[in-house]
């Protein structure tokens, strides 16, 4: 009896067993290639509004329509986006092809997880066609590991109503002239000392500030890719953004008003003023659809045009076991076709020239601004130390903006408690 | 129960010895053992797979700087983890700031509990509805609670315009580096007290009637009870509560994270060990450092429980 109790224990555990390790290896196996014999290609991306989803598969179904034997399997990263592709990477469970920022492109290019795609180049692909500082954003020693898909540039966003209220004729042409106006537009009527109104909605984010280092003849990181705008310079190029939040109280941050972002601060009419990027659009015109506003170029710094550019890339996975499909994927949706169909609503901004000229933004009452940035705008990129660098300046910045210190102690900590990360890091 | 030995062995004679087992043939000893081990294998294999293996592994770790991007490596770097942290800036404030949650969120939680309790514990009228609502904020998910929290602390949100109704100074709760670490300790005493008011209110349910009736002859009041009787029964439990909250509160996370998206902020000031942890895991990639500061902080909770454990027993009623 005993001995029959033991067969029976061990026939059952080991079925059980065994079924635990099929179940895995036909998890490994499953999504390679679909039942029909088409080749099935992953790819991962954020998450984004409807309009803009829908427009993607739109894309896609044009896509599998020219290439009958390829299916492509989207899937969404809703949050944390570089924490759960690059855990996927590390687990060769990433997607075969997938959106990568470029302020976080050196760190992937550098690991060598990503295919140089300069093999799979024809000339049919014309790469001389994209504007050229944002195929460089995603070059490390020579090769290219992505084709920027779209982006973004920042625009100065104002609200006509509170212009016309203010007797202001047309948005700022310089950023003296910004503050001058912000005077002018910050409202408080039942005195409270909180205005109803600030002239400018502040976006305190290193992203969101670095492009006005250069016009100052700063820098943000040296040539090691360590911090470095401790400098004089970068004091003169962000003090006034100090004073103007600290002194003039013209200026507001999102969370001072109790909204998550400029756009939302802008929409609903707590600032007359921000600086945002093309994504604002839609926002504002879905949920604000009684907002009159404008887009004007960013404001000129000492004299120079600046702006700041968000390029996006497709970039293909190391790991893929399906290249050539991927190949196809990423060539057909940075290539002309796929990046006209892609761009035509405006969410985002066409990288390629012909695609731009053709679908005619830099005429675009809204668009045109920040079509316009593009040929001056610096890429949010700066080595592989920038999440290191912009958590540290995000958090100093902050309370400079606080009055906790002054700005040049709040850089001068925020670039050694950076450096000192980044060398103990390495 | 009743029937003793659960082994299919037919009973034996020399059952009712104390030292039985000990003088059984070895054979069947092993096989008894092996018995035991058979049944507690799947919870052995669960345990070792996901607590056992996964602590070992952040030890090994900690000790290595480990590469995951583009292929695996380790190098076993001895104590640069540990001695890196001396001069992470970032570390030490994390650290300040759990310590400061830790040090002003047990006593009050533990207070509050003890408090509502002893309410509950006496003799008011509909005791049971009031128990269901003090419980209720225990039974919300943290998550969902914080995001209520955050409408609710919003510049313009329901706490200030109560504040500014009752004219009492407003505050930027989430945006203010001062306040917002206090704005997650008062909603984590809010939700957590009453999950340990709950356990209080067991324990005084056992504390027996004869020993309140006679103090109630001695001539005691409520008050004489409350502090002479009550406190010192309930002295196990609150070594338990204490324990308890101080594990929960050293490994505050899911708040920080939420009220600051991930980064800690404003300014460094909701950042605590475990969403530093989380920062230098996840996002950098730095497993060992990550791993390093996951074993201190499991030496800090030991230390600590352990100091608890000295100040509680040093006095106990009953082992």
Redesign the interface.
């Known amino acids: 009896m005993?001995k029959k109790k033991w067969l029976s224990?061990t026939v059952i555990?080991s079925f059980l067993i065994g079924s635990i390790l099929t179940g895995c290896s036909s998890g490994e196996e499953s999504g390679s290639e679909s039942s029909n014999g088409k080749t099935v290609v992953e790819m991962s991306g954020w998450g984004a509004s409807p309009e803009e989803q829908e427009l993607l598969e739109e894309t896609l179904a044009s896509f599998e329509e020219e290439h009958p034997d390829i299916d492509v399997e989207f899937q969404t990263i809703s949050d944390?986006y570089?924490?759960v592709m690059?855990?996927r990477?590390?687990g060769g469970e990433a997607a075969d092809v997938f959106y990568l920022d470029a302020s976080e492109a050196p760190g992937?290019m550098s690991?060598?997880?990503l295919e140089p795609l300069d093999e799979y180049v024809t000339d049919d692909f014309d790469v001389d066609d994209f504007e050229q500082p944002l195929v460089d954003a995603f070059k490390q020693d020579g090769r290219t590991y992505g084709f920027p898909k779209d982006f973004s540039t920042l625009a100065l966003f104002y609200n006509k109503k509170a212009f016309k209220e203010a007797g202001l004729s047309g948005p700022p042409k310089t950023m003296e002239e910004l503050r001058e106006y912000a005077k002018k537009l910050t409202v408080d009527e039942d005195g409270d000392g909180k205005p109803e109104q600030y002239g400018l909605g502040l976006a305190k984010e290193l992203a969101r500030q670095f492009y006005k280092l250069d016009a100052y003849g700063a820098k943000l990181v040296d040539k090691d890719g360590n911090a470095a705008f401790a400098s004089n310079e970068a004091i003169e190029a962000l003090q006034p953004v100090v004073d103007q939040y600290r002194k003039d109280k013209t200026s507001a941050?999102p969370?001072?008003?109790?909204a998550g972002w400029g756009g939302e601060m802008f929409g609903q009419g707590e600032a007359a003023m921000v600086i945002e990027g093309n994504w604002a659009v839609p926002f504002l015109e879905n949920n604000f659809a009684d907002l009159e506003f404008g887009t004007a170029e960013v404001p000129m710094i000492k004299g120079e045009q600046a702006t700041a550019a968000f390029p996006v890339a497709y970039v293909m996975n190391k790991e893929s076991k399906k290249k050539d499909a991927a190949w196809e994927l990423i060539s057909y949706l940075t290539g002309k076709e796929g990046m006209k169909i892609w761009t035509s609503k405006g969410f985002a901004l066409p990288t390629r020239k012909s695609v731009a000229e053709e679908l005619g933004y830099a005429d675009d009452e809204i668009r045109g601004a920040l079509v316009e940035g593009a040929s001056y705008a610096q890429p949010w990129q700066a080595g592989e130390n920038l999440?290191?660098i912009s958590?540290n300046f995000?958090?100093?910045f902050?309370?400079a903006l606080?009055g906790?210190q002054p700005l040049e102690k709040a850089l001068k900590k925020a670039e050694d408690?950076a450096n000192?990360?980044i060398s103990?890091?390495n | 129960m009743s029937k003793g030995h659960p082994s299919n062995q037919p009973l034996e004679k020399n059952n009712v010895n104390p030292n039985y087992g000990k003088r059984k043939p070895i054979g069947k000893a092993l096989k008894e053992t092996m018995t035991g081990y058979f049944f507690m294998g799947p919870a052995i294999f669960v345990i070792g797979i996901f607590i056992l293996i996964p602590i070992f592994y952040a030890i090994f770790l900690s000790f290595n700087k480990v590469e995951l991007l583009g292929g695996t490596s380790y190098q076993f770097t001895g104590l640069d983890n540990f001695l890196r942290m001396e001069v992470d800036s970032r570390a030490l404030i994390s650290l300040k700031n759990t310590a400061e949650y830790v040090a002003i969120v047990v006593p009050i939680q533990t207070f509050l509990a003890l408090i509502l309790a002893a309410v509950l514990n006496s003799d008011i009228k509909g005791k049971n509805l009031f128990r269901i609502i003090f419980f209720l904020p225990t039974v919300t998910s943290s998550a969902v609670l914080t995001l209520i929290f955050m409408w609710m602390y919003n510049p313009d949100g329901l706490i200030n315009h109560v504040l500014a109704f009752v004219n009492l100074p407003t505050y930027n709760w989430l945006a203010d580096p001062a306040i917002a670490l206090k704005s997650i300790m008062i909603m984590n005493i809010w939700a957590t007290a009453p999950f340990f008011m709950i356990i209080y209110l067991a324990a005084m349910q056992d504390i027996s009637d004869s020993i309140y009736e006679a103090a109630t002859i001695d001539g005691a009041n409520w008050w004489q009870k409350f502090f002479k009787i009550t406190i010192p029964m309930l002295k196990p439990v609150t070594f338990f509560v204490v324990v308890m909250s101080v594990i929960g509160t050293f490994q505050l996370f899911d708040q920080s994270y939420i009220f600051s998206g991930g980064s800690g902020g404003p300014n460094n000031s909701t950042l605590t060990i475990v969403l530093l942890i989380y920062q230098y895991a996840f996002k950098l990639l730095d497993m060992g450092y990550a791993s390093a500061l996951a074993v201190v902080l499991a030496i800090i909770i030991l230390v600590v429980t352990i100091i608890q454990r000295k100040f509680f027993a040093e006095e106990k009623l009953h082992d």
């Open positions: 005993n224990a555990s944390q570089m924490d690059k855990t990477l590390i992937l690991k060598g997880v941050l969370s001072d008003v109790g999440p290191t958590n995000d958090n100093q902050t309370s606080l906790e408690t000192q990360e103990a890091g």
